[in-house]
């Protein structure tokens, strides 16, 4: 799938995840496995926080910076892709769970539907299903 300079591939989804190494969630953590390829002749910066997961009921969520930070060691270079390069980049994203009684919450409980991946923040992206 392609948007913009960007090609993407989903390599993995784990759902239910209970933390990152030292993060944890106020849910639970689904996160994704993307391949990025710059198919464009210039460096090009893929941007993370321009990812989105849409929930099942119409939520669209952000990566959660700090565990994604924390899955991606190379840090702040993990970015910037060279012509014809492709980097492999983890997304965390928190999905609201139980409350704090451990009871449900229709709120509170929804699960992943779709993936919106952008090669730019002004692209309309491309939706892959997750759910």
């Known amino acids: 799938m392609r948007d913009g300079n960007f090609a993407f591939t ?27 390829t710059n198919v464009s002749q210039h460096g090009q910066v893929f941007r993370i926080a321009d990812q989105r997961l849409n929930t099942a009921a119409g939520r669209s969520l952000a990566p959660d910076a700090a565990a994604t930070t924390e899955l991606n060691p190379s840090g ?16 965390a994203f928190d999905l609201p769970g139980k409350d704090k009684n451990g009871k449900k919450n229709d709120k509170k409980n929804d699960a ?16 892959v299903p997750v759910g």
């Open 10 to 36: 989903v390599t993995g989804v784990a759902s239910n995840v209970s933390r990152t190494g030292s993060v944890a969630p106020g849910g639970s953590y689904t996160i994704v496995t993307l391949s990025v």
């Open 112 to 127: 992943a539907s779709q993936l919106v991946l952008h090669g730019a923040p002004s692209s309309s992206g491309v939706t």
């Open 76 to 91: 702040p270079g993990v970015d910037q892709i060279d012509p014809g390069g492709t980097r492999t980049i983890r997304l």
